[in-house]
């Protein structure tokens, strides 16, 4: 570990890096002309200017959520692409009954705003209330509650059918 010394007008602080943060600081110090102090006060700021941790953290789950969802996407492309190039690739699945058995007809259709759904309850067997679904992800869908919009994940919800759909 190495050891160094910050001064400021007022406080003495004696730190320890490790040999490749102190390294990494020395280059920074070589780059920006800088003080190993200055630099270390200035990421000592950037870090107490921070928001809150929780909602840095909500943020960066968020984010990482968001992400699992585009990749989530481009696969289910991917694998419904590869689908389509080996129905193209083979003439003898070119009828409509052959083209059924390799690409079946989804009996389940997505969820979409304007949906009814039932909520599971947390740690129970049991469903809350009909709701209506306002916005819907990958992974995701909204409600509109008497408590104002709540997100569930979509395995927990079970879609009810209108009696206009019937």
Partial sequence: MEHSKLQSPNHLMTIELSSELYT???????????????????????????????????DRLAILEANLEKKLKQYVDSLIKDRQSNVAANPEISDRKSLERVLPIPTIRPLQVGDRVLILEPDSPYYMAKLLVIRTSLIRATVDTDTGEKTFLKRDLRFVESSSEK
Avoid: C, F
Avoid at 29 to 45: A, F, N, Y
């Fill in 24 to 58: 990494a600081l020395l280059k920074q110090v070589k780059t920006t002309g800088k003080t190993e102090t200055e630099l270390v006060v200035e990421g000592l700021r950037q870090i107490l200017s921070q928001p809150d941790g929780k909602n840095t953290e909500k």
